[in-house]
């Protein structure tokens, strides 16, 4: 009987592909590159056992049944096939040995990665909770289980969202936010969020999709902002207080504003405030104030003027109001202050006039006609128009004076100026130059 080396060295080539497969496939899954192993040995066990020994415990069994003498080649050829058999299973042994090891080594490698990374998600600073579509947690880091003051991860595990969330929160919309976030688009809001003792904590939620072995799934970035919001809360209280008028800008809408700045310009909330920001943005930005829209809004005429702006009512109330503006630093936000000084521009409006003008005739006084002049020269060179100078005094005033005294005199400059007054056109300028010394200014 021949045996044939053919079929055994194909066999031979096909466990050692699949050893080759075994070994790729240890990167990936320890169990199921050992049950492979061991099920190719057996199916190569089987197949030595078939095609080798089988025909051969035949063979042995025909030639004692009938005292065939079995030439010494035949036995010579069994002992090679037998040896080599016995090499193919050491080495198989060997094969496995090493398999084996590289089992090890990488299962080791692994769980050092693994126990590295575990590390890194529970120590990070924010909380991360990974849950799907149906919002069942699927894992939770250390950070999360502070903030939601659960010391049992397991009995975290068997909680939903809606567990951990206040009825205060938009619920029934979340089932769209998370569809969002499968279809890659990246979402953030904040969330008021339920501890297990009950207590309530405010958080920042990031959202974002991540792709695990059993699909897809949302990983939530948490932030813990209770404190930030019992300060920004504190500060508002506090600027509330102001009676002055104060509200945070960036360069494309109003952040916040505080209960004078919403009572005088009528806003009811920031939504509504921001639909008229480039009304107001010329307080702070170097854009004109769009009077039109606030006077058609508000029912005030607004002007500004340098860093003061002037507001004027429709029965003709005008109020005027410093403008403070700081421009927080490494950021384009502004803080803006309007403090109302209209009782202070009035009494310096009073003592400008006053100090104009002549207490005696009520006409334009020498200081006064001299700012009057030279604006009017400079207005008329430019514009190329004419321009009259009339000057004139009471002849023998001083005789007035001796014969009928000072009174005599002082009524006699009123009676004059009024005279004057009444013949002179509204854009003259007539003064008291001095004494009994009179001047008019004739534009035009």
């Known amino acids: 009987m021949k045996i044939s080396i053919k079929t055994f060295n194909i066999a031979i080539y096909i466990f050692v592909a699949f050893l080759i497969i075994c070994c790729i496939d240890i990167l990936h899954n320890k169990i199921i590159t050992e049950t ?39 036995f010579s050829e069994i002992t090679t096939l037998e040896n080599g058999v016995k090499r193919a299973f050491d080495e ?37 909770l990974i849950h799907d579509l149906d919002g069942n947690i699927i894992d939770v880091n250390d950070t ?24 205060n929160n938009p619920i029934d919309g979340l089932g769209k ?12 809001f904040e969330w008021e969020c339920k501890r297990q003792d ?36 504190l500060v508002k209280s506090i600027i509330d207080l102001q009676e002055n008028m104060v509200a945070l800008a960036s360069n494309k809408q109003l952040l ?24 107001i943005s010329g307080l702070f930005l170097d854009t004109p104030l769009s009077c039109e829209m606030i006077s058609c809004k508000f029912g005030k005429k607004m002007r500004k003027e340098g860093n003061k702006l002037i507001c004027e009512s429709i029965n003709g109330k005008k109020e005027v109001y410093l403008i403070t503006t700081n421009r927080i630093k490494d950021e384009n936000k502004y803080i803006v202050s309007l403090t109302e000084i209209t009782d202070m521009e009035l009494e310096k409006e009073a003592l400008e006039i006053k100090s104009s003008i002549d207490h005696l005739t009520t006409l334009k006084n020498r ?43 002082d009524e006699t400059l009123k009676y004059l100026a009024k005279i004057v007054v009444g013949n002179t056109r509204k854009n003259d300028t007539v003064a008291r130059y001095g004494g009994e010394e009179f001047a008019i200014i004739a534009p035009g």
């Open 36 to 74: 492979l192993f061991f099920l190719l040995f057996a199916l190569f066990w089987m197949f030595i056992k078939t095609e080798i020994l089988t025909p051969i415990k035949k063979v042995s069994e025909y030639t004692l049944s009938r005292d065939v003498k079995i030439p010494e080649s035949i």
């Open 92 to 128: 198989m042994a060997s094969v496995h040995d090493n398999l084996q090891e590289l089992i090890k080594a990488e299962t080791a490698r692994y769980e050092k990665t693994s126990s590295f990374l575990q590390k890194l998600f529970n120590n990070m600073q924010n909380g991360i």
């Open 144 to 167: 999360t289980l502070e903030m939601y003051a659960c010391e049992d991860k397991e009995k975290m595990l068997r909680l939903k969202i809606v567990d951990i969330s206040t009825p």
């Open 177 to 188: 936010i998370w569809e969002n976030v499968l279809l890659g688009q990246e979402q953030d």
């Open 198 to 233: 009950d207590t309530v904590f405010y958080a920042k939620v990031y959202l974002t999709k991540v792709d695990m072995d059993d699909g897809a799934f949302i990983l939530a970035n948490i932030t813990d902002i209770s404190e930030i919001k019992k300060q920004n809360a």
């Open 256 to 279: 916040a504003y505080n209960e004078s700045f919403a009572r005088y310009f009528c806003f009811e909330d920031i939504a509504q405030a921001n639909t008229h920001f480039h009304c």
């Open 367 to 409: 200081a006064s006609f001299d700012k009057i002049l030279e604006f009017e020269i400079n207005k008329s060179l430019q514009n190329k128009d004419e321009l009259s100078l009339i000057m004139f005094d009471i002849d023998k005033f001083k005789d007035i004076n001796d014969k009928y005294g000072h009174q005599v005199g």
